[in-house]
């Protein structure tokens, strides 16, 4: 069991990482080894101290440079939902589970917002993990909306399992090749459906199929823990970053505005010192 798990890959997961590694709390870190796609894409970033008029693949690189010189390790998994038992959080990642004491939520904040009836069908036909529903699936046809590029591995596990794939991307330069695969332009507006997702509404045109895969660089934080204290669409935390749920800090842009790397690297700072101090 670890002392703690980190939950996104952005300044604010990387500051936790960091300080969690100096206050030597063993901790097992959820994200991309290619860290923050909103930091990479960055073109200019003037006001983050000590790394002035950088851009975003700069400082990403200087991220990673700190994080390899730490000696640490990124798990690349999507955790999809997070379960409390007595003095511990179980994180489940497709079929595989993970043990923590404590939790920091840092998974930034999606740039698309929920689809109408997406918390409602999620479980029954709608999914945020390919590996861990992709199989319920095999030989159907469902729609994958895919928000960024490095995810395409995940469609093309799914296109190996369902007979046809819908697939709407949120990103440019797709590389997917499959045959069964079709590429959908726009944006859908809402899932809609019975007991289960059955259809997935555009604006002008509509989809029936049998499942919706969200491939997202997380999932939806209200999504991965039942209970968790929302106001206005960001987790409720005090100056600890705790969060109403005891044990479950949060930090960075998920928090609120200002959506800025040094706050987020701030916050990801002291939600660490409050996971040292609440594991004494």
């Known amino acids: 069991m670890y002392g703690c798990a980190i939950i996104g890959s952005g300044a604010a997961g990387v500051s936790a990482a960091l300080t969690l590694k100096a206050l030597n709390v063993s901790f097992i870190w959820f994200g991309s080894r290619a860290l923050s796609q909103k930091i990479r894409s960055a073109e200019n970033i003037a006001n983050y101290p000590g790394l002035a008029n950088v851009s975003g693949a700069e400082m990403s ?5 700190q994080i390899d010189g730490a000696e640490i390790q990124i798990t690349e998994k999507t955790v999809t ?20 004491k404590t939790v920091i939520l840092a998974t930034g904040v999606e740039a698309v917002k929920p ?29 994958v909306l895919c928000t960024q590029k490095e995810l395409e591995r995940e469609v093309r596990f799914l296109a190996s399992l369902a007979r046809k794939v819908y697939l709407i991307p949120l990103y440019k330069n797709v590389e997917i090749t499959e045959p069964n695969v079709e590429t959908v332009k726009g944006m859908p507006l809402e899932i809609q459906g019975k007991e289960r997702a059955e259809r997935l509404v555009f604006r002008d045109s509509a989809l029936e199929i049998d499942g919706v895969f969200l491939l997202k660089a997380a999932a939806p934080p209200s999504a991965m823990f039942s209970g968790l204290e929302t106001e206005g669409g960001h987790i ?3 100056r600890d970053m ?4 005891k044990g479950i800090f949060a930090a960075g842009d998920c928090t609120g505005k200002p959506y800025q790397y040094a706050k987020a690297a701030g916050e990801g700072n002291v939600a660490a010192h409050s996971v040292y101090h609440f594991l004494q």
């Open 81 to 100: 939902g997070i379960y409390p038992s007595v003095g511990k959080y179980t994180l489940l990642c497709g079929d595989e589970l993970f043990e923590a």
């Open 236 to 238: 409720r935390v005090n």
């Open 115 to 143: 689809i109408r009836g997406e918390l409602e069908f999620l479980g029954r036909g709608v999914s945020y993990c390919a590996t861990c529903d992709g199989a319920l699936y095999r030989g159907k046809e469902i729609a």
């Open 61 to 65: 690189r200087a991220f990673s440079a």
């Open 242 to 245: 705790q969060t109403n749920m």
